[in-house]
């Protein structure tokens, strides 16, 4: 995920970087350095567990406890086409 697609998510949310920041269990400088995608003038890559939560997120996913899968279900491998 690129800081712009970051900063677009959260404002196509309705949501404050404060907000954005509870949402995903992060301070809010840290939303802060994910949209500038800068931190001490270094580059700051946002982690695919952030971009994988955003997406959540965005479909209404709030929390899991993956009760709803068997032990069968993360055994499987994906299908190859």
Known sequence: MKPEDFKRWRKALGLSQK???RALGL???VIQYYEKGL???RPVAIPLA???ACYAIAKGV???DA???TAD???E???KA
Do not use: G, I, M
């Open 73 to 75: 279900t993360w055994r």
């Open 67 to 69: 009760s709803d899968l």
């Open 27 to 29: 301070k809010k400088r």
């Open 50 to 52: 952030v971009s994988l």
């Open 77 to 79: 491998s994906p299908k």
């Open 62 to 64: 709030h929390s899991y």
């Open 19 to 21: 907000d954005a920041a």
């Open 39 to 41: 931190r001490d003038n």
